[in-house]
């Protein structure tokens, strides 16, 4: 019964927004660190952020800095990955990651196209 369930993924124009939400069921995010990583066709897959399970510090990939923005709301079991300012090069698969001390959990996967 356990899911960790990817949403919001889609197609949008360049500078437009979307935001992607995971949420866990069968277990609780609170002592989980959240990681938001991508995969662009013919490249290897890479890390865009992070957020820490106790005093929610978050760190970005240079490429995202200042335009994504990842949070968590750990009563909803959810965390969100807000990007704004979208350009081409954000077009990926896009994967949320669960780590604690012990176990860690993909997300499905959701894919996000930035074109005209």
């Known amino acids: 019964q356990l899911q960790l369930v990817e949403s919001g993924g889609g197609t949008v124009q360049p500078g437009g927004s979307l935001r992607l939400s995971c949420t866990a069921s069968?277990?609780?995010?609170?002592?989980?660190?959240i990681g938001w990583f991508r995969q662009a066709p013919g490249k290897e897959r890479e890390a865009v952020a992070s957020?820490?399970?106790?005093?929610?510090?978050?760190h970005y990939a240079d490429s995202v800095k200042g335009r994504f923005t990842i949070s968590r709301d750990n009563a909803k079991n959810t965390g969100y990955l807000q990007m704004n300012s979208l350009k081409p090069e954000d077009t990926a698969v896009y994967y949320c990651n669960l780590r604690s001390s012990s176990q860690a959990y993909w997300g499905q996967g959701t894919q996000i196209i930035v074109s005209s």
């Open positions: 957020i820490m399970s106790s005093d929610s510090s978050t």
């Open positions: 069968g277990f609780t995010l609170d002592y989980y660190a």
